[in-house]
Each structure stands twice: as C-alpha cells, then as structure tokens.
C-alpha cells in the first residue's frame, strides 16, 4: 500500500466525523421536503478503460424519466435541479458521499474526475492514459477548469448540444490538465490541490488558482 493509499484511507475516515452527521441532516431536511424519493444518486463511473465502479452523489435533481438523465450536464437539466440541490451544488456538500468511494478503493481524494463510459469508449486512448491512478474526488482539472466547463455547459440547450460541446471543447482541456498532474503527482501536490479546492469553497486565499484559471479561459 502506497503512502498516497495511506493518506486518502486516514484523511477519509477523519473525514467522516462531519460528513456523517452532515449527510443526515441532509436527509432529514430532503425526506421532509420530498418524501421517500432516492436520497443519493448512484452513477456508473470508469476507473479505467475497462473496469467500472458505482459512483455516489447526494442526489440534486428530480427523479428522471427513463432516458432524460444521460450524459453530462448542461443548461437542459438545469430545470430538474431543486432548490436544495442548488445549495448542495454550490457548496459540493452533494459529493460527500464519495468518501465511500474512497474507502471502498475506487477513488482517491486527488485525481482526474471518473469519466462515463460513453466517453472512455469514444476516446480509449486518451482516457487510457488519463485513468492509469484512481481518479479523484477532486484535481487538477476540477480546480483549474470546473467553473468555466460549468460556464460552457449551462449555454447549451439540448442533450445533443451539450454532448458536442463537452466532446469538443471540455474533454481535451480536461485531459491536458490531466496529463499534467500525472506527469508532477506526488502527496504534497495533492494536498495543494485539496487546499485549492477548500479555497475555492471557504474564500480562502487563492490567487494561484485564481491565475491558472485566467490563462485557462484565454486559451479557450
């Protein structure tokens, strides 16, 4: 067991402590708001070009009609979002869930985030060079990138649009970056990349992120 293993097993279940009782006020306040509907959302998720694993979220949308929930998403779902999900949303409390991923090995904290598996079959080597570690609850990618891909995304309108967009303009940006952290991964970029994410969310001091973001969208 690798010292990155280590410390996503350790980290996880100190993590527990506030998440535990985080989730079940969460649940709490969604069964009074929804009743019985699912309280997370299970998603199938590659952690390499052949190997699945189940994916957990808070779940943040209305229960979909067969077929409305594929592929990533963008402007056209954001009517199915509820008003907690948004705050769930916005504060990333609806990923939480995956600290069990963790544990359960599929996932590090740190990491590309886990693709679907229409996209690792479109682009198997691509994603065969970005899924040679665990992906991650967070990354390179989701600190540099996150906020603008949301950006692209909430202007399309339809699945389709939405499909072609993340293809063209999401997925290769997505993947340089990507590539960029296998290439400098060690324990103490991780943990730079887990404060990042904490600023982001908590308004700490971040101005390194803050740049890469700016070179990031004048790329586009």
Not at 98 to 114: E, T
């Amino acid at each position: 067991m690798n010292s990155k293993r280590i410390f996503d097993i350790v980290f996880a279940l100190v993590l527990l402590v506030p998440i535990v009782p985080t989730l079940a006020v969460v649940w709490l306040i969604m069964r009074l708001q929804e009743g019985r509907k699912p309280f997370l959302y299970v998603s199938e998720r590659m952690k390499s070009v052949d190997r699945p694993f189940m994916l957990y979220k808070i779940r943040t949308m209305r229960c979909a009609e067969p077929g409305e929930n594929t592929g990533v998403s963008g402007g056209h779902k954001h009517h199915r979002i509820t008003p907690l999900g948004r705050v769930l949303r916005r504060t990333r409390i609806d990923e939480f869930p995956q600290v069990f991923n963790v544990l359960k090995g599929d996932m590090s904290f740190v990491g590309p985030r886990p693709p679907e598996r229409v996209y690792v079959e479109a682009f198997p080597g691509l994603y065969g060079k970005i899924l040679r570690g665990r992906p991650g609850i967070t990354g390179l990618a989701t600190v540099v990138y996150h906020n603008h891909e949301e950006q692209i995304l909430a202007a399309c309108r339809t699945a389709e649009e939405t499909d072609k967009v993340y293809r063209r303009r999401c997925i290769p940006r997505k993947a340089t970056l990507d590539m960029i952290y296998h290439r400098n991964a060690n324990l103490g970029l991780d943990m730079y990349i887990m404060y990042l994410t904490a600023a982001e969310l908590l308004r700490l001091p971040s101005r390194r992120v803050a740049r890469l973001q700016t070179v990031q969208v004048a790329a586009e």
